[in-house]
């Protein structure tokens, strides 16, 4: 668990752990290491780093870039096959999610996991749950034990390919890394982004893939408005403009693609039983932004039960990890459009903004006098567990990234491979979560206020998940692997993006880019039947 001193250090139990601009976490080197040549950036998407003193380039077998669940098991499965690698992190911390406050984990069923990922349950003592700290704890340990060095505050500058393979990446911060095999494990594919690979973003039209819930959709069971509000301004004077949060896009058709996303937030660790932060207010609160949440929950008939769980929100709030609840809660929709494409700057911003709306709902809720005082006690009881991401003011320090890129390989997991029409034979791994998409746009629809994009549509087994999903076309990359943002529909990914799933894909992405090497192939031509077999022998579900 972590505690933090004045110069930023954590201390973990048994572990001493400096995270810095060139740091190194490696097997050798986990005690008596100097202190970080980088402050505590607070909470911060992006931040200034210096330059490296002596710039390095490092070469590996497989080099991963992103420090989520997926990179972390690639970058373990990659030494366990008897390959260098090293992990690449984009800030401060590993896990991604999981060690940032989503710990009530989604995986649809727990037969359908193997290898890695049940490895690493195993040594929380938990399926769901556990805290974030031991989350990260527990992958750190893991790494460590492999030996994998792992270089955080590593951002992406540019991409080297040469003849279809990436032969380098460069960071800011003027190192460098060299691979034979790439594995991109990032929650935004920047990395095949970057080196010119085919993507997705947003939602395609339902015709592309002969789907039922992509594109602009209207669903009557996910989060629905249990009471109606006036929507303008100045209430009844349509002519005062809408209150914000609510977009004047007219949804004419169905079923019709864009580029907007399935909203963010923010994984709290609530507490009302340990030590507890008060709910904080951010620095640019803005009362007037929350009218929609007044309006909201005062517009409930008289003795009406806001429970603070999924059945009427207005947000899941418990002892641990909390979630949006409801039509109007913690999800900032509209608010992520620019995140998937954004420079790193421009997701700062995004990211930030966030931080002020969440930071501002829960406070608000709290606080104002125009909420029901009932609902503001019983919201005050909670607050942030004074335990938890001591680096960030107890406030997660990442955003949850639902969706972004999507990597255009060539298979595309769809609606079809969820419901079992389509199966994939050359299975890397299994997933079984209900497809599922949080909101995407708040408007007014046939005269009253709707959210748009959201679904929730289950599946009725877990199914396979394709080899070729997990690679980019022959003509585009012959050396990279995308374990995290796949080859998929928006509507797909809604069951795949699970953070267990994304642990199996890792694995399996790195034990195939071993065969690529051993057999010195392109990935698009490792040998399945081969890769099945060490998949099954590794424990992995297929």
């Not at 290491?33 to 980088?38: A, F, G, I, V």
């Not at 990395?191 to 893939?209: Q, W």
């Not at 819930?213 to 669903?219: A, D, E, L, P, V």
Request: hydrophobic letters at 35%; glycine letters at 10%.
């Amino acid at each position: 668990m972590f505690n933090e001193n004045i110069d930023g250090i954590y201390m973990m139990k048994k572990l001493a752990l400096t995270i810095t601009l060139s740091f190194v976490v490696c097997g050798a080197c986990l005690a008596g290491l100097p202190k970080p040549s980088t402050p505590n950036p607070g909470l911060k998407y992006y931040y200034p780093v210096p330059k490296s003193e002596i710039p390095q380039v490092r070469e590996y077998d497989v080099v991963v870039y992103g420090g989520t669940p997926g990179g972390v098991a690639a970058a373990i499965q990659a030494k366990r096959m008897g390959k260098s690698s090293a992990l690449y992190v984009f800030r401060r911390h590993v896990g991604g999610l999981t060690s940032a406050g989503l710990t009530e984990s989604d995986f649809g069923r727990d037969n359908q996991l193997g290898g890695i990922s049940v490895e690493f349950y195993k040594k929380l003592g938990k399926w769901s749950g556990f805290r974030p700290s031991d989350a990260e704890r527990t992958f750190l340990e893991m790494l460590d034990a492999e030996g994998v060095p792992v270089y955080f505050e590593s951002r992406l500058e540019s991409v080297d390919v040469r003849d279809g393979k990436i032969t380098e990446i460069k960071f800011e911060n003027g190192d460098g890394a060299k691979g034979k095999m790439f594995v991109d494990a990032t929650y935004e594919g920047d990395l095949y982004a970057m080196a010119g690979c085919s993507y997705m973003v947003g939602r395609e039209d339902n015709s592309e893939f002969g789907e039922d819930y992509n594109g602009t959709y209207f669903s009557k069971g996910s989060h629905p408005y249990r009471h109606q509000f006036d929507p303008y301004k100045t209430p009844g004077d349509p002519d005062s403009g809408l209150i914000e949060g609510i977009s004047d896009t007219k949804v004419e058709e169905l079923g019709k693609g864009d580029k907007k996303l399935q909203s963010y937030c923010f994984r709290m660790w609530a507490t009302k039983v340990n030590e507890k932060t008060p709910w904080p207010k951010p620095d640019n609160y803005r009362p007037e932004r929350f009218e929609m949440l007044k309006r909201y929950v005062n517009a409930a008939p008289e003795g009406f039960f806001w429970d603070l769980r999924y059945g009427h929100g207005p947000v899941k709030i418990n002892e641990g990890d909390c979630n949006n609840a409801g039509p109007v809660s913690i999800d900032y929709v509209g608010g992520n459009y620019g995140w998937a494409e954004g420079s790193y700057e421009e997701r700062e911003k995004i990211f930030q903004d966030h931080v002020d709306y969440q930071k501002g709902f829960m406070y608000f809720l709290a606080n104002d006098e125009s909420i029901p005082g009932e609902l503001r006690t019983r919201v005050s009881e909670y607050g942030l567990d004074a335990k938890e991401f001591p680096e960030t003011g107890n406030w997660p320090h990442e955003l949850y990234v639902r969706e972004a890129r999507r990597l255009l390989s060539d298979y595309v997991m769809t609606q079809a491979n969820c419901q079992g029409k389509a199966v994939a034979e050359d299975s890397v791994g299994r997933a079984g979560y209900t497809m599922d998409s949080h909101h995407v746009e708040r408007v007014i629809h046939e005269g009253k206020i709707a959210n748009e994009g959201g679904f929730e549509k289950g599946v009725d087994k877990s199914y396979p998940v394709s080899y070729r999903s997990i690679v980019p076309k022959r003509s585009e990359c012959s050396n990279l692997f995308v374990p995290v943002t796949l080859s998929s529909s928006h509507v797909a990914f809604g069951s795949i993006r699970m953070e267990p799933v994304f642990m199996v894909l890792g694995q399996s992405a790195a034990t195939a880019a071993s065969m690529a090497i051993d057999e010195n192939v392109a990935v698009q031509d490792v040998n399945y039947p081969k890769l099945r077999e060490k998949l099954l022998a590794d424990g992995q579900k297929l």
